[in-house]
């Protein structure tokens, strides 16, 4: 629900629960954390969570959206565009790296063994958006992905960018984040770069730099 369309108590609501949430996955995994623990947390009642969420993996994703928008946003060249000849792209994964470690505890808490299938589902479905987006409003000046559509035609290339980041993503998350994100973003951008150039996510030059969606 568009957070503009929120009256200010059912706002506080959401925030207050969202919050409550956030603060005891630093503490327990997902699969520990009852609706009472929340609701208790919050300072609400549990009616008040029904009236928002269906349990906890909607809470849980619903939570999580702002950071994960961060995440995209963290590296605005999802679309994969290979620059124009004589050109190297920008590589922005060690942005997208840095943002995963600052939050590691979470991001493991909520994408390793004991977190939420819905929750990495919504999480793939950000960043195949992210792609789709970027790839047809190449030549838009949108520095942001508020305005993505929350559904996007069925798209293998965007779907194919989001399985191999995240799955990346998860894989340094779960073996302790060995190497930098600098080091991380070095070694996997080329791969990014190379399927770009046999899928198509090339065709349209674009000069990739910070906010450059």
């Known amino acids: 629900m568009p957070a503009q369309s929120l009256d200010p108590r059912t706002r506080r609501s959401r925030t207050a629960l ?88 979470l991001y493991r808490t909520l994408l390793g063994p004991d977190g939420s299938a819905r929750v990495i589902n919504h999480l793939l479905q950000r960043i195949a958006i992210a792609a789709h987006v970027n790839r047809n409003l190449a030549k838009t000046s949108a520095s942001t992905h508020a305005d993505d559509p929350t559904e996007i035609p069925h798209d293998p290339e965007a779907a194919f960018v989001a399985g191999a980041v995240l799955a990346t993503v998860i894989d340094w998350l779960l073996r302790g984040c060995p190497g930098s994100p600098q080091e991380m973003g070095a070694a996997v951008w080329p791969h990014l770069v190379g399927a770009a150039s046999v899928t198509g996510f090339g065709a349209l030059p674009l000069a990739a730099g910070p906010g450059t969606v």
């Open 18 to 105: 969202e919050a409550a949430l956030c603060e005891i996955l630093t503490e327990h995994d997902l699969t520990q954390i009852s609706i009472s623990d929340i609701t208790k947390r919050a300072g609400v009642n549990r009616s008040t969570f029904y009236e928002h969420y269906t349990d906890v993996h909607d809470l849980a994703a619903a939570a999580c959206t702002k950071m994960f928008d961060e995440l995209v946003a963290a590296a605005p060249m999802f679309g994969l565009y290979l620059p124009a000849p004589g050109r190297s792209p920008e590589n922005p994964l060690p942005q997208l790296f840095s943002h995963v470690a600052e939050h590691a505890q």
